[in-house]
């Protein structure tokens, strides 16, 4: 059974941090491509950054230099740390885990976790 789970969201003031981890199962995880993607209310899904299979990242602009997602591949576990954390930042976190089969894509998400930043 597939299993993305998400952990280490909660409120925090803007400025703060928060370190957020998704540990995997059921599949091979070092082959995947990990992302953070967020779900804001009243707003479509938000792709925040990923990490491919060979360790190379990427942000969206919103959060470049205040966020850094990385993998540790021998806990299944990727993780991401946001500091400086704004009001913006507020939303649900998921885990989502891809890889090209070629004739195919399987992805996985995971249940989420919240993240609210408010004064």
């Known amino acids: 059974e597939v299993q993305l789970v998400e952990s280490g969201g909660g409120s925090v003031q803007p400025g703060g941090s928060l370190r957020l981890s998704c540990a995997a199962s059921?599949?091979?995880?070092?082959?995947?491509?990990m992302s953070w993607v967020r779900q804001v209310l009243d707003k479509g899904p938000e792709w925040v950054s990923t990490?491919?299979?060979?360790?190379?990242?990427d942000y969206t602009d919103s959060v470049k230099g205040r966020f850094t997602i990385s993998r540790d591949n021998a806990k299944n576990t990727i993780y991401l740390q946001m500091n400086s954390l704004q009001t913006e930042d507020t939303g649900e976190y998921y885990c989502?885990?891809?890889?090209?089969?070629?004739?195919?894509?399987?992805?996985?998400y995971g249940q989420g976790t919240q993240v609210t930043v408010s004064s």
């Open positions: 989502f885990a891809e890889r090209d089969w070629g004739d195919y894509v399987q992805d996985y």
């Open positions: 059921g599949f091979t995880f070092g082959s995947y491509d």
């Open positions: 990490i491919d299979s060979d360790g190379s990242t």
